[in-house]
């Protein structure tokens, strides 16, 4: 029995029993199972690498990016187009630095204009980058870095600027437009010496604060390869420890204004007045001469005609007659139109040519 039994290990080691699946196919002892998971391990591996690799060496630059390429921190060249390029994985590094137009917001600052009058300007600054190697080399790609150099420029600039500048001519330079009052030419009123000068206003274009703050502003694009667009003042205020006196102040002096205006305008209006009663006055006497000289005229006319009519014989009867006529139709009143006259009246005489 122990002979069969030897024996039977021995076949049996030697000559293993063939396992096969359902479908009929053999079954994979455990060597190739394991031979065949070593390879799609390492296949995997490789796969993974490869995607490391490819996605390490490739650099997408957006439309509003630069992009920077260095090499052991050295930059070797800038993408400045959009699209897709390619690096060294590993070994070469990206530097992104924003291409669009950036909103800096200055921090409120006080100033001091040349009349010693202390004001709050508000502004803000739009920027961007012009010479992306500049800007790696001297600001360290760093935005915040660039926003703090934008911040003490802007505000020497604003300062120098103001500090030239009075606090009325600065309030007026806000918007770059300044509203005066000019005389137009003097219009000579008929019969009169006096000359009266019409006022009326005239708007008229005045270098703004921010195109003065803007030409403080020097060679910003040379040191960082910044350019600043435009520098913007939001508001104009004014410290609240005085601002109740400068209003005080300013509405002091626009209701003295005000009663300027209000005296020569009435001293104006009283001009005016006694002109036209002037005027008045004298039409009233050319008139009242004119009318006299006609009234004169007539009369004289008047006389001419009688005296025409009484030097001719016929005439002066003719004359005598209808002057009988019109006496005769005055005399003849109410509703009875008959009328006696007597042998020795002067009417009668006249009808029957007596007179």
Known sequence: MADFNQKYNENNVSEPFERFNSDGTKKRGNKERKRGAGFGFLLVLVTFVVLILLSSSMVVTKQNQFKLIRQFGRVQRVVT???????????????????????????????????????????????????????????????????????????????????????????????????????????????????????????????????EIMAQINHVEEQYGIEISAVEVKKLDLPDDNKQAVYTRMISERENIAAQYTAEGRSEAKMIENTTDKEVSIMLSDAQAKAEAAIAEGEAEYMRILANAYSDPAKMDFYSFVRALDALEESMTGDKKTIILSDDSPIAQIFNGQY
């Open 81 to 211: 187009d959009a699209g897709l390029s390619f690096k060294i994985p590993f070994i070469e590094s990206v530097d992104t630095i924003p291409k669009e137009l950036l909103l800096y917001d200055l921090p409120s600052s006080d100033v001091i204009t040349s009349d010693k009058k202390t004001m709050i300007v508000d502004s803000y600054v739009l920027w961007h980058v012009t010479d992306p190697l500049k800007f790696a080399q001297t600001l360290s790609c760093s935005v915040n870095n660039a926003e703090g150099r934008i911040d003490a420029i802007v505000y020497n600039a604003t300062k120098n600027t103001i500090s030239n500048m009075k606090q009325d001519e600065v309030i007026r330079s806000r918007d770059g437009k300044m509203t005066i009052t000019v005389d137009q030419d003097p219009e000579e009123v008929k019969n009169n010496d006096m000359v009266i000068s019409e006022e009326h206003e005239e708007v008229i274009e005045i270098t703004s604060l921010t195109e």
